[in-house]
Structures are given as structure tokens and as C-alpha cells.
């Protein structure tokens, strides 16, 4: 419902801070990766991190298309129509990326 400076300042405080997350996410996966590689393995790992980064990213587009044009076709479901089921299947990829975080699934290098 909003037109004109009040939309145009709306969208870019939505994107600054979409973007300005993006990066601490990054940024914090790294942090989290260091702590749990030794030194002489961080190149490695940071390969093996960089690659299954960029064969999530070649596959997203495919499941993403995939799991639209499933919720299309359930628009008259009883249960989570349509896109409520997109929105809900991504809330659960992101509820499991935290519980991952957390203090017992995060390795620490030995003392």
C-alpha cells in the first residue's frame, strides 16, 4: 500500500538488511569452521566448504522450481496450501541450520 520515497526507502532497508545478515552468516560459518579445523587442514577444508557451497548452489534452483511448482498444484489442501508450504519447508531448513549451531553438534579442536 505504499508508493513513491516511503516504498523506495522501505525496499532498500529491506535489502541493506538482507544483505548486511548475508554477510554475518558467512562470516560466522567461517568463524565456526576455523575453531573446528587445526591449522595445516584449514585449506582443505575451506576447499571442501567452497564446494559444497557451490553445488548447493547449482542444485537450489532445481529443487526451488521443484518444490514451487508442487505448492501450485496443492492450492486447495487442507494442510499448509500452496505457498504456506514453501514458506513452512523453508522455516524447517532454517530451524535445523540453528539447532546445528548450537553447543552440542559444533566440534572443537583439542586442547
Known amino acids: 500500500m505504499l508508493s ?39 585449506g582443505a577444508a575451506n576447499g571442501l566448504a567452497m564446494t559444497v557451497v557451490s553445488l548447493t548452489k547449482t542444485a537450489s534452483p532445481a529443487v526451488g522450481g ?15 496450501p500452496g505457498n504456506q508450504m514453501v514458506f513452512f ?10 539447532i546445528l549451531t548450537s553447543k552440542p553438534f559444533l566440534t572443537q579442536r583439542a586442547p
Do not use: P, Y
Open 66 to 80: 521443484a518444490l514451487f511448482s508442487w505448492s501450485q498444484k496443492r492450492q486447495d489442501a487442507g494442510f499448509l
Open 4 to 42: 513513491g520515497f516511503s516504498r523506495a526507502l522501505l525496499i532498500n532497508c529491506a535489502s541493506v538488511m538482507k544483505n548486511v545478515l548475508s554477510v554475518s552468516i558467512i562470516t560466522g560459518l567461517f568463524l565456526l569452521q576455523d575453531r573446528a579445523v587445526e591449522q595445516h587442514q584449514r
Open 89 to 98: 519447508i523453508l522455516n524447517l531448513v532454517e530451524a535445523l541450520g540453528v
